[in-house]
Nanobody, 115 residues
Framework: QVQLVESGGGLVQAGGSLRLSCAVSRGIFRFNVMAWYRQAPGKQRELVAAIISGGSTNYADPVKGRFTISRDNAKNTVYLQMNSLKPEDTAVYYC?????????WGQGTQVTVSS
């Protein structure tokens, strides 16, 4: 079974930074896409950032210029560096690994940004 474990969430003030980590139990080279999603209370889960096997990245408009997704294949880990955090970034953040046929989700990590 593929397992994803997120860590690095917490409580920060607006303008602060956090780095989220997603540790994957199997080699991330196996997956076409690794991504971060988030879900705020009362809202739909939304894509935050994605990185494709070839290295290209995609970001949601609200986080462009502030968040960076990266991966370390040797460590089987995907990261989300979050800078200049805003209260509207408050959400549960989920790691996602997509193969050609299957999607795997982590358990989520809470990020809370105070004003």
């Amino acid at each position: 079974q593929v397992q994803l474990v997120e860590s690095g969430g917490g409580l920060v003030q607006a303008g602060g930074s956090l780095r989220l980590s997603c540790a994957v139990s199997r080699g991330i080279f196996r997956f076409n896409v690794m991504a971060w999603y988030r879900q705020a209370p009362g809202k739909q889960r939304e894509l935050v950032a994605a990185i494709i096997s070839g290295g290209s990245t995609n970001y949601a408009d609200p986080v462009k210029g502030r968040f960076t997704i990266s991966r370390d294949n040797a460590k089987n880990t995907v990261y989300l560096q979050m800078n200049s955090l805003k209260p509207e970034d408050t959400a549960v953040y989920y790691c996602d690994a997509d193969s050609a046929s299957t999607r795997y989700w982590g358990q989520g990590t809470q990020v809370t940004v105070s004003s």
